[in-house]
C-alpha cells in the first residue's frame, strides 16, 4: 500500500506541518461522521480512510506511523484523549462529543487535537531516536498523574503540546500551562503542590527550548 509522505522543509524540528496534516484529516473525519447515531462508535485508522494509505510518513527522517481515531456521540459529553501506543508506530485519538453542540465545539476540538497530536508526536520522535530526544520510559499503569507528568519523556511532550497551541492561539505559554494544571486540579488528579512542581519543571523545559516563547508577565 502507498503511504502520505509530509515534507517539513527547512522546518522539519518544529514538525507543524505533520501535525497541522493529522489535525486536518481527523477533522475530516469528524465532520464526514457527524450524522452517525448516538452512543455508537466509529472507529478509523488514518490516513488509510482517506486516501487508502498505511500510513503517514515524515519525509528525510525515516519516521512513519498511523493514526486511530475513535468517536462516539453522547449527549451532554465533549472529552478528547489521545495516546502513543505502547512498542507500536500508533498514535490513538479518542473523541466524545455532543452531537447536539457538535458545531459549535469544533474550535475547541481543533485546538485540543493541535496539543494532543503534537504531545504524541514527541513520544513518536522519541521511539524513533530522533535527535537528543529521552528513550520512553516504559508505562507501569500505576503512576499517579504527578508522577506520569513528571517523567523525563513525559516533560518535552507535555511542553511540546502546550507550546503548539499557545503559538496558534496566540496565548502566553504559562497561562496554557496554568489552565492545564488547574483543569487537573479540578479533576482531582493532583494537588497545589503537586501543580508548583509541574509548573516548575515544564517552565524550565521551556525556558531551555523555546526562548521565544511568550510570557503573560516579562
Known amino acids: 500500500m502507498g503511504k502520505t509522505i509530509i515534507s517539513e522543509g527547512w522546518k522539519t524540528p518544529r514538525f507543524g506541518v505533520v501535525v497541522r496534516q493529522i489535525v486536518k484529516d ?54 478528547i484523549e489521545s495516546y502513543k501506543i505502547n512498542k507500536e508506530d500508533v498514535i490513538e485519538v479518542n473523541i466524545v462529543i455532543d452531537p447536539n453542540y457538535e458545531e459549535q465545539h469544533y474550535q475547541e476540538v481543533y485546538y485540543k487535537l493541535q496539543e494532543d497530536v503534537r504531545h504524541e508526536m514527541e513520544h513518536v520522535l522519541q521511539d524513533f531516536g530522533i535527535g537528543d530526544r529521552p528513550s520512553p520510559e516504559p508505562e507501569t499503569g500505576k503512576e499517579t498523574t504527578y508522577e506520569h507528568h513528571s517523567k523525563i519523556d513525559e516533560i518535552p511532550a507535555m511542553v511540546q503540546g502546550f507550546y503548539r497551541r499557545a503559538q496558534l492561539q496566540r496565548r502566553p505559554i504559562d497561562e496554557v500551562i496554568i489552565e492545564d494544571l488547574d483543569n487537573e486540579i479540578s479533576l482531582g488528579n493532583i494537588n497545589k503542590k503537586e501543580a508548583e512542581d509541574l509548573y516548575r519543571l515544564w517552565m524550565n523545559y521551556v525556558k531551555r527550548r523555546f526562548p521565544k516563547a511568550i510570557y503573560s508577565q516579562g
Open 26 to 79: 481527523v477533522m475530516t473525519v469528524v465532520k464526514k461522521t457527524k450524522d452517525y447515531p448516538q452512543d455508537e462508535m466509529v472507529s478509523l485508522t488514518l490516513p488509510y480512510a482517506l486516501n487508502g494509505d498505511d500510513e503517514y510518513v515524515v519525509k528525510d527522517i525515516d519516521v512513519s506511523f498511523s493514526v486511530e481515531v475513535n468517536i462516539t456521540r453522547i449527549e451532554g459529553k465533549l472529552k
